[in-house]
């Protein structure tokens, strides 16, 4: 028998799944955040508990996995990359696959050999590999070096846009009723002061106030999600014009939180504007499954082994995300 190890780290949570050669999930474990660039050494401690949960549940030992796929959140750059391989080597690994969490998105979200996958979860990033093999990421690595968006940074978005409207700088917004609620203060004089006082940072659910707002038709939120979906679209444009990918068709697969539950249309837009006019040949498309699965694929592949359909639709069919949500929501 032949066993198959697939890791998604990201910043929220850790995803270990371990499945046999048919595709059929016998083991899985879940832990905190595994980016290693928001949580140091923390990190490693988060992937090493997720992997024994899914070892436990499967009844079989480390040395039983014929092949193992780490994809996570915050392998960037080469420095990065000096820094995860000794700290997968100290969890017992030492034949691996490691790739950031952008590519096991695009493997679980697209059956071709390339294409383009965007993530806007936690934070936000872009990678992409045209057919001749050439990669490259476009983002990653927080506001300060380009990027917008991701809850990390939207719920800050938020509390500005509160702020703003109490002291007059901007429009008025259902959000600060939703944030006043949601951090339980009476009034946002109170919660400046707190805040500001105490140099307290945003909760990252803080962002999800802002689908609900949107959802109400407040102009601020919906304001701030288009901004969002525009800087996606920059994202994969960036990323055709590096590749030469404009003339070829191919699926630009958008994955995490934000893009997957909780857009209703209200960052899509802006995306799919950007796709018509840099690649109009290539399709957007919503990751249906954990990306894990494609952390999965990947370790199959490394193997040598050859996917079958029947393979393809067990995987697809135990990650797929209506079925993971359901079972999370009845623990």
Not at 212 to 227: C, E, N, P, S
Not at 263 to 289: C, M
């Amino acid at each position: 028998m032949e066993y198959y190890l697939g890791i998604d780290a990201g910043g929220s949570k850790t995803i270990a799944y371990i499945t046999n050669e048919q595709g059929q999930l016998i083991g899985q474990g879940r832990a905190g955040a595994g980016n290693h660039q928001t949580t140091g050494l923390l990190a490693g401690e988060q992937i090493g508990l997720a992997i024994e949960q899914a070892l436990q549940q499967a009844s079989i030992q480390r040395d039983q996995l014929t092949s193992s796929c780490f994809g996570l959140a915050g392998a960037d750059r080469p420095a990065d990359y000096a820094i995860l391989h000794p700290m997968i080597q100290s969890l017992g690994f030492h034949h691996y696959d490691l790739v950031g969490d952008t590519m096991i998105g695009l493997r679980a979200g697209t059956t071709n050999a390339y294409g383009i996958a965007v993530i806007c979860g936690t934070g936000t990033n872009s990678a992409g590999m045209n057919p001749a093999g050439e990669s490259y990421q476009c983002g990653g690595f927080d506001y300060m070096y380009g990027d917008f968006g991701g809850g990390g940074s939207l719920c800050i978005e938020v509390f500005r846009s509160v702020i703003r409207a109490w002291d007059g700088r901007g429009h008025s917004t259902v959000l600060t009723e939703l944030l006043l609620d949601m951090l339980h203060y009476s009034d946002v004089h109170t919660l400046f002061h707190d805040y500001l006082d105490h140099h307290y940072q945003v909760p990252v659910q803080v962002a999800e106030l802002l689908f609900t707002a949107a959802a109400w038709g407040d102009g601020v939120a919906l304001d701030i999600l288009a901004k969002q979906g525009q800087e996606i679209g920059k994202s994969i444009t960036a990323i055709v014009n590096r590749l030469q990918m404009h003339t070829l068709s191919f699926d630009v697969v958008m994955a995490g939180s934000l893009l997957t539950r909780g857009d209703r249309g209200w960052i899509r837009p802006q995306i799919e504007q950007a796709l018509q006019q840099s690649a109009p040949h290539a399709s957007l498309v919503k990751l249906e499954v954990e990306p894990v699965i494609g952390a999965i694929l990947r370790a199959m592949e490394q193997a040598g082994r050859h996917i079958t359909p029947q393979v393809y639709k067990q995987l697809y069919d135990i990650g797929s995300l209506t079925t993971v949500q359901a079972k999370e929501q009845s623990i």
